[in-house]
């Protein structure tokens, strides 16, 4: 009986790519010169949180608010060096933010993380209770706010998309749900290979975020919508529990996805990634290549006892 492959998960940054698997998170960015540089970042064993993350619904919180953290530190390093000609980091490095001294760029992520999901989630409450004298009807008002909110997200995104270095992130996401469908297909991991592969992947944290619009609307039927305030603390609270439920859908989706019926689940998320992703260049993918063979090589390494230091 053949064993499972590891679940491998990344992100784009800017001018590259990171990959994270079970103990390592690595980052590979193309510079001026053509030349790819990695940043490697061990993941933080701590108990009570390996813990957690065992446990349904909460592991999704955890997981997320994880993500937020380390995603943020190679965020920092991408954009530390990808406009920056090698041997000059020194001289043009920019000095941290005055939050990320004080907090720390791990912790400024979460909060950054936190900070959008308030206004995406209280600014469709507002839209939605000013059309309350034409839809009056608790059900309406639900569905209504449901509608806001798909709306500025995809309005979000689409004049995200519209800059061109936000559109080269994308296409570097990508390159990223690439390598892993050519990875998770067996496929050697090469430029041709990874290129005939989708752009799409059902883990997706695009895919993540729709869920959370849907499963919202399901969970606020559960609670009272009057008066205002009491609406507004109710989505406050109510945020860890839809972060919850939506990962565990998004885990679900991915189970099904090669079930006929129920692998359409998962589409609407797909369907949003392709916002969220563009086809990437043959140099693109070149880097996603070189990131996510540098993390298998990581990992493959530690798990003989070797230091970071002396891989190759």
């Known amino acids: 009986m053949s064993m499972e492959k590891p679940v491998y998960g990344g992100q784009a940054v800017v001018e590259g790519v990171m990959f994270g698997g079970k103990k390592h998170t690595v980052t590979a960015v193309r510079r001026n010169d053509g030349s790819i540089e990695y940043f490697h970042l ?44 090698p041997g000059e980091e020194a001289a043009q490095a920019e000095e941290p933010s005055k939050l990320t001294l004080l907090f720390g760029a791990a912790l400024v992520g979460i909060m950054s993380f936190l900070f959008g999901k308030f206004i995406f989630t209280l600014v469709p409450v507002g839209l939605a209770e000013l059309t309350r004298p034409v839809f009056s009807s608790d059900m309406s008002q639900i ?27 994308f296409q570097y996401h990508g390159a990223e749900h690439k390598v892993i469908n050519a990875y998770e297909s067996g496929l050697p991991l090469n430029v041709e290979n990874v290129q005939a592969s989708s752009r799409l992947h059902y883990r997706c944290g695009s895919s993540f975020i729709l869920f959370t619009v849907v499963v919202g609307i399901f969970v606020y039927m559960l609670v009272p919508l009057e008066p205002f305030y009491v609406r507004v603390l109710n989505r406050l609270a109510l945020i860890p529990v839809v972060l919850g439920i939506s990962f565990e859908v998004l885990q679900l989706t991915n189970k099904v996805r090669d079930v006929p019926v129920l692998k359409w689940l998962g589409y609407p998320g797909l369907w949003l990634q392709l916002l969220t992703t563009k086809e990437p260049s043959d140099e693109q993918v070149e880097v996603a290549i070189a990131s996510f063979e540098k993390l298998i090589s990581i990992e493959e390494s530690a798990e003989k006892g070797l230091k970071a230091d002396e891989i190759v």
Not at 45 to 56: C, E, F, G, N, S
Not at 144 to 163: A, C, H, N, P, W
């Open 42 to 85: 061990p993941r933080t064993v701590r108990p009570a949180l390996q813990t957690l993350k065992k446990i349904p619904f909460l592991r999704g919180i955890v997981a997320i608010l994880d993500a937020a953290a380390t995603g943020s530190r190679h965020l920092n390093f991408a954009n530390d060096r990808y406009d920056v000609n």
């Open 143 to 169: 569905l209504i706010e449901g509608f806001f909110k798909l709306v500025l997200l995809l309005i979000y995104i689409y004049v995200l998309s519209m800059t061109p270095l936000i559109k080269r992130v």
